[in-house]
C-alpha cells in the first residue's frame, strides 16, 4: 500500500468525512504509485486520515474508508452487507412489486467509484475507477453470496473507466448462469437492457418521480421526450391518460420503448412512439399536450460543459412552456452533476420569463431512495426535477 501525505491545511475537507482527494493537495507519494493502488492518507504531521484508491486526474484519491482497518475480503462483506441492509429497510428486498433497485450508489454507500445494480437475478456492476475495476472478481463473488436469488453478475464498465488507465477491457458475464432480462418496477415489466443500454440498462432513479407523474395523467394528453425505455409513458398510461406520445432520436430507444408498452398494455391504442430529435419535435406541439416530460440525457458532463448545458435546459423549457395547453404540467428533469440545483432551477426559470406564461413549482424532485445522498458529499444529488404548473 502507498502512502500519500497532504500539504499543510489541506486535510479539513477530509476531516469532514468528504471522500475525495485533489491532485493539488498532494504533497508527496511514498512508494511506487500504480493507478488503483490502495492509498494510505496522512496529514503533513503523518497523522492517519484515511484509505482510497489512488487515481490519475483532478481526483487523486477516492476515500472507501475513514479508519485504519484491512481492506479484505471481510471489509467488502461488510460494505455489501450495509448497503443490502439499507436497501432491505426501505422495503426494495423481497418487494413483489418491485425486483430492480440500486444496491450501492458509489458515495452514498462510502465506496466511491461503484455502482451496482439488481434486476430480479442478475446484479450489474459499472466501476468509474480502476481501484473499483481491480476488485470485481471480489465483488461478484461477495454479492453472489450475500444477496438472495443473485444468480448473473455482469461487469459494465468499458464506458465508465478513465480512459487514461488504458485498460481496454469489455463488458462481459462475471458470473453467468440463467439470465432473464424481465425486470419488475410497481407491478410495470421492464427489458433491462444491460449489455447495450445506457447506464446500467434501465433509469432506476426516477422510480419514485415516475410514480408521481401517474398521479397527475388521468385524461391528460402526455408527451415524454428523451423517452429511453418508456418509462414515464407506461405510468401515464396506467394513470388514465387519454393519448400517451413517446419520442427519441435514438431507434434502439424507441425498439425498447415500445417493447415495454406491448409487454404491458399490448394493443392499447393510446400510445404512440416517434423517432425523432427532441428539439424539433417541440417545433409543432403547440395546445396539443396537458403534460409533457423533459428528461433529456446528460448536457454536461463535465465543468467545461457546463454554459452551452444551462442554455439548452432554457431552449427546452421554453419550447414546452410556450406550447402547453393553459393549465398544464411538465415534469423537467436534468442528471448533470455538473448542474447545481440552483443553476438548473434558473435556466428553468428564465425558460419561463422567456415564455411569458405564470409558472408555478408543485414539487421538487431528486433521485430515488436507494440512490442516497451522502451528506458529507452533496456532489452525489446529481439528479434535479421540477413539476410545475403552467397557466
Not at 439499507?86 to 458515495?107: C, F, I
Not at 480502476?130 to 444477496?147: D, Q, W
Not at 399490448?266 to 395546445?287: M, P, V, Y
Not at 413549482?361 to 445522498?373: F, R
Amino acid at each position: 500500500m502507498i502512502t500519500i501525505q497532504l500539504k499543510p491545511k489541506k486535510e479539513d475537507s477530509i476531516l469532514r468525512f468528504h471522500p475525495w482527494i485533489f491532485s493539488g493537495a498532494i504533497a508527496g507519494i511514498s512508494g511506487k504509485a500504480q493507478e488503483g493502488d490502495l492509498a494510505r492518507i496522512v496529514d503533513c504531521n503523518r497523522d492517519f486520515l484515511g484509505i482510497g484508491h489512488y487515481q490519475i486526474g483532478s481526483i487523486a484519491v477516492r476515500i472507501i474508508t475513514f479508519s485504519d482497518e484491512d481492506i479484505d475480503i471481510n471489509f467488502w462483506k461488510n460494505k455489501i452487507r450495509l448497503a443490502y441492509l439499507m436497501r432491505k429497510r426501505l422495503g426494495l428486498v423481497d418487494s413483489r412489486p418491485t425486483n430492480a433497485y440500486r444496491l450501492v450508489h458509489g458515495e452514498g454507500d462510502n465506496l466511491s467509484g461503484l455502482v451496482i445494480d439488481i434486476y430480479n437475478s442478475t446484479a450489474v456492476i459499472q466501476a468509474h475507477s480502476v481501484g473499483m475495476h481491480c476488485v470485481r472478481e471480489f465483488l461478484a463473488k461477495i454479492i453472489t453470496e450475500e444477496i438472495p436469488n443473485i444468480k448473473n453478475v455482469y461487469y459494465k464498465s468499458e464506458n465508465t473507466l478513465p480512459f487514461k488507465a488504458n485498460l481496454n477491457f469489455k463488458d462481459g458475464y462475471l458470473i453467468e448462469n440463467q439470465i432473464d432480462c424481465i425486470a419488475k418496477e410497481n407491478d410495470f415489466l421492464f427489458n433491462a437492457d444491460w449489455l447495450a443500454g445506457q447506464k446500467t440498462g434501465f433509469f432506476i432513479d426516477q422510480r419514485e418521480n415516475r410514480s408521481l407523474l401517474e398521479h397527475y395523467a388521468k385524461n391528460k394528453d402526455v408527451l415524454n421526450m428523451f423517452c429511453y425505455t418508456g418509462g414515464f409513458s407506461l405510468y401515464a398510461m396506467r394513470g388514465g391518460a387519454k393519448s400517451v406520445h413517446s419520442v427519441d432520436s435514438s431507434e434502439r430507444a424507441i425498439v425498447l420503448t415500445d417493447r415495454n408498452i406491448e409487454l404491458n398494455f399490448a394493443n392499447d391504442s393510446r400510445h404512440t412512439s416517434f423517432c425523432q430529435n427532441a428539439f424539433n419535435f417541440l417545433e409543432n406541439i403547440d395546445g396539443k399536450y396537458d403534460l409533457i416530460v423533459l428528461d433529456p440525457p446528460a448536457f454536461a458532463k463535465h465543468r467545461d460543459a457546463l454554459k452551452n448545458a444551462l442554455q439548452a435546459y432554457k431552449r427546452l423549457n421554453a419550447k414546452a412552456f410556450k406550447q402547453i395547453k393553459n393549465g398544464g404540467i411538465v415534469f423537467t428533469f436534468s442528471c448533470s452533476q455538473a448542474v447545481s440545483k440552483e443553476q438548473f432551477r434558473l435556466a428553468v426559470f428564465s425558460a419561463a420569463a422567456q415564455s411569458r406564461r405564470t409558472v408555478k413549482i408543485l414539487h421538487q424532485l431528486s433521485q430515488a431512495a436507494d440512490h442516497p445522498v451522502n451528506i458529507y458529499h452533496p456532489e452525489g444529488e446529481y439528479l434535479k426535477g421540477l413539476v410545475l404548473y403552467v397557466e
